[in-house]
């Protein structure tokens, strides 16, 4: 059996937890903060009900890369739950988990925490800090909002 990992970013967005959710479930948004920079989601698919599929291509620095999943929970404005693949993973058949959870704050702000479970062990390091820098990319998309 493969070891796993999973990666755990937490993040305080200036917006209200409606806002925050909202923004992961929006194609036209997630084109925008979803990938970390230069790294770039060049056509993005939701369908945001349980069930629903998701799809990113993306641009990786000139190499394609495919993500694709399903969603597990979608509990607005409090949790989302996806699977998650990756066409460049050494195993490309293999699934993670990701959770995204929104905790209300004072000053109309939302504490975000992302956990990206059942990860190759391999990619713990690339999905930490691809996180990281998608947070941030995201705060920025809702500060300039």
Not at 56 to 63: L, P
Request: include cysteine; hydrophobic fraction near 40%; proline fraction near 7%.
């Amino acid at each position: 059996m493969n070891e796993t990992r999973t990666v755990h970013v937490q993040r305080v967005m200036p917006a209200r937890p409606e806002e925050v959710f909202d923004e992961w479930l929006n194609p036209d948004s997630l084109r925008e903060w979803m990938c970390p920079r230069p790294t770039r989601c060049v056509t993005v698919t939701v369908q945001p009900r349980v069930g629903g599929a998701f799809r990113f291509d993306v641009d990786d620095v000139g190499t394609s890369v495919l993500i694709t999943g399903q969603f597990v929970a979608i509990e607005r404005p409090r949790l989302l739950r996806f699977t998650w693949t990756n066409s460049d993973w050494a195993d490309p058949t293999t699934t993670s988990i990701v959770t995204v959870t929104f905790e209300p704050l004072a000053d109309a702000q939302t504490l975000m925490s992302i956990e990206h479970a059942m990860l190759p062990s391999q990619e713990y390091d690339n999905f930490h800090h691809g996180w990281i820098k998608t947070a941030d990319q995201l705060a920025d998309l809702l500060n300039a909002g």
